[in-house]
Structure formats: C-alpha cells, structure tokens
C-alpha cells in the first residue's frame, strides 16, 4: 500500500498537469479521505483524482512519465487511513467507472471496476443469473473485491471471476520482461527523472493499446501503460488474497461467469444474506467490516469476546458490543484510535490464546505505537 510521497512544489506542479486531462470535477485538492472511506476516518490527500474511463490512462501516464505511484482505491469499504493522510495522490474508482454489461445468453457479466457489488448483484438478478447473491450485501467496489478476493457466506469472488483487465501503474522498471523487478516498486519513488523520460515516450506511444490476447502478470511491463487481460487461474487467488497486492495496477474492469438460475430463488437469497449481516453485523455505525483476517482453526470474532474485549474501547472507537469481529467507529473516531483498539487486540489475543490476529483491513499511512 505504498505511495509516493510529493513536496507541496511537486503536488502543485502535478495538479497543473492532471487538470490538463481530468475534468475540474473529477480532480480535488486536499479532500478528506474520511468522505471516502466507511470507517469514516483519515486526513487529507493532497490530490484526489476520480476519473472516467476516457481520463484514467491519461492520468496513469501523467503519474507515470513524473515516477508518480498513486494509491488506488474503490469504495474504500477495507481501508484504515492515517490522520495525516496521504501527501500524493489518490485514483478512486468509482461512479465515473461503474458501467455493467450483462449477456444474458452466455451468462457473462463485465463490469468497470468502480462498480458497486450490490448492484452488479442486482443486474444478475434481473438478468436470472445466480452465483453472485453471496457478495450483494458487500459494500465494496467490483475492483476492490477483486483485490481482496472477498467472499462471504461461502462463496468467493475467484469462484465468478474468469478474467480481470488491468493497467500497470506506479514507476515500472525500464527494462522489458523483468518481472523480478517489481519488488523495487514496492519502494517510494522519488526523483529518478531521467529514467523516467526515455520510458515515457514508449509508454506514450503503447498507452490505451490492449493487449491481444491473454497477459500472465509478471510479464506486463514490456507493454508500459496498456491494458492487460489475466486469466483468473494466473491470479493466485486465496483467502483474502490476490496476486495483485503484490503487483502495482489498476483493476480497470472484471469478467464474471455465472449461471442461469430463478430468479425468485436469486433474490430470496440475496434478501436472507442481506438479513442475516443486518442481524448479525453492526451496520449501524461506520466500520471497515472483519477488522481481522479470519486465523486457521479460529474465528477472530470468537478470539475477541473470550480475551473479554467486548466494548474495548480508547476514544471513539471500540470492538463492538454486537459482533466482536468489528472495530467501529461510534464516537468520532480518529485512524489512531482505530489502530489503538486493532493493536490492543492484537496483543491482548496474543498474550491470552498465542494467536496472531492479522489486519484484514489495509492500513495506510504511518500511525503511533
Ligand atoms: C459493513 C461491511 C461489511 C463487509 N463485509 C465483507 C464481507 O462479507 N466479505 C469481504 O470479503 N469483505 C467485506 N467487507 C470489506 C470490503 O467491503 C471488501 O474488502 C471490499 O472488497 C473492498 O472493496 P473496496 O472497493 O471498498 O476497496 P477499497 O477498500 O477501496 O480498497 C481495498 C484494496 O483494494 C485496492 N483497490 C481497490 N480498487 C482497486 C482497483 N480498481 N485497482 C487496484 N486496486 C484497487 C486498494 O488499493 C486496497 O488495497 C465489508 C466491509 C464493510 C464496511
């Protein structure tokens, strides 16, 4: 979840070039990432970008030819970030790129990666096509739920996806086929220009091509900004985990396969899922879902309430009273006392049980021990 970090010249310098091809709109300065996050929590981001499906290759290539990696997010349903916020810039993917196609015949569905999943769930519906009611009531964007391979009430996303389209992003290494290079951009960037110029005018010319036929992630970089297509079988799928939280991309649209069914017994599905979180999950209060990932032969939720941290709390936010599971933010909350309460538990769990609860939620951002 690395960024590159700009000085105030370089954000107004970046912001003059951006607003050559991002609509006023679609480009803001210093925007509270609590607007944008359902924790409701996090500082500024100096530049926040939501662009179309006609701007974002040209903003990627801004960021790109300047070494520029953004951060990258959907409806930011799984995201922790710092009161400090983030002094780079953000790409949120979301309305501006939310269309869904459905072929009904083949039972295939493409959809943008800033659509929402309840309502590419809704289109299945409407289209009598089942397999996609586990994820209606996640309130994440197609894109993010990718990422995370979320899942819920036993089905996964790996289960419908059959193919992702993705752009490359950040600061690619200049040489082609080097896939082992991308652990170097797991690092800020900042200032290798000249490198930059001669990727530049490559990028330029193969940016916005799509690749002909099916691009395995780690050989992308040769194509510089262009689109690529991976199988889903490439895309090491796991819980909670997709080969893209190592890689530097944008999700830009998704592929899913499903299945014809009734659509009465669709919706009544969707509906007793829906029920079943509303009973069971404290929706009522802003919230980034499961904080932890589920431990092997535990459940986190279980773990929480038997240390007897049910209602933990340090400011405004606290494991909640109805789902221990829960972080939630009911009073206010700053990111650092989110983070107090994830690193309580993670302790306390730990000295009690000797289980290591692992953060489902991404954390962005540099936060107080
Ligand atoms: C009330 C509630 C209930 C939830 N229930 C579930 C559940 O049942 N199951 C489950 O799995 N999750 C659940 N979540 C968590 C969350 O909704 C999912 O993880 C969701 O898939 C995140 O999608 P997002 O668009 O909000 O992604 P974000 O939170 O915006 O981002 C998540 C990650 O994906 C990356 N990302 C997002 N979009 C893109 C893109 N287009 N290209 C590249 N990278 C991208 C971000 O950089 C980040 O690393 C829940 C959350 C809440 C608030």
Redesign the pocket.
């Known amino acids: ?1 690395n960024y590159t970090t700009l000085t105030p010249t370089q954000i107004k310098e970046t912001e003059n070039a951006l607003s050559e091809v991002v609509a006023a709109a679609h480009l803001l300065t210093s925007e509270p990432m609590k607007k ?4 409701r929590v996090g500082g500024e981001a100096a530049l926040f970008a939501a662009p179309d499906e006609k701007e974002l290759p040209e903003v990627l290539r801004i960021l790109s030819a300047r070494g520029i990696r953004p ?9 922790l970030v710092s009161d400090e916020g983030i002094p780079g810039v953000v790409i ?2 979301g309305d501006e ?1 939310s269309a869904i196609t459905v072929d009904e015949e083949s039972g295939t569905i493409t959809a943008q ?2 659509a ?2 309840g309502a590419v769930a809704r289109k299945a519906a409407e289209a009598s096509l089942a397999g996609m009611e ?2 209606s ?17 036993g089905g ?2 790996k289960d419908i996806i059959t193919a992702v389209n ?1 752009i490359p ?1 950040g600061n690619l290494p200049a040489a082609s086929g080097n896939a082992g290079h991308r652990g170097e951009n797991t690092e800020h960037h900042e200032g290798n220009t000249e490198h930059r110029a001669e990727d530049t005018e490559h990028r330029a010319k193969t940016a916005g091509r799509r690749a002909e036929d099916t691009t395995m992630p780690g050989t992308y970089d040769t194509e510089g900004l262009s689109l690529h297509t991976a199988r889903a079988d490439a895309l090491s799928f796991s819980y ?1 985990h997709s080969i ?2 190592e890689m530097d ?4 649209s998704v592929v899913l396969q499903l299945e014809r069914g009734d659509p009465e017994a669709i919706s009544a599905k969707m509906k007793e899922l829906n029920a079943r ?1 509303i009973e069971k ?3 009522e209060y ?5 904080t932890f990932k589920r431990p092997e032969g535990y459940f986190a939720g279980k773990l929480i309430e038997d240390a007897g941290l049910r209602g933990y709390r340090v400011g405004g936010a606290a494991v909640s009273q109805k789902h221990c599971g ?1 972080v939630v933010n009911d009073r206010n909350a700053t990111a650092q006392d989110v983070y107090d309460v994830i690193r309580h538990v993670q302790r306390e769990v730990k000295k009690q049980f000797g289980v290591t609860l692992e953060p ?3 954390l ?1 951002g540099t936060f107080r021990e």
């Open positions: 979840m944008h996050t359902t924790f951060l990258v997010i959907g409806n930011g349903s799984n995201l949120k993917l790129l990666a800033g929402r999943l586990f994820a009531g996640i309130p994440g964007s197609i894109g993010g739920a990718v990422m995370m391979n979320a899942g819920a009430y996964e996303m993705f992003a909670r893209f939280m991309v944008v999700i830009t979180r999950q404290p929706l802003p919230s980034a879902g499961s829960f489902e939620v991404r962005i």
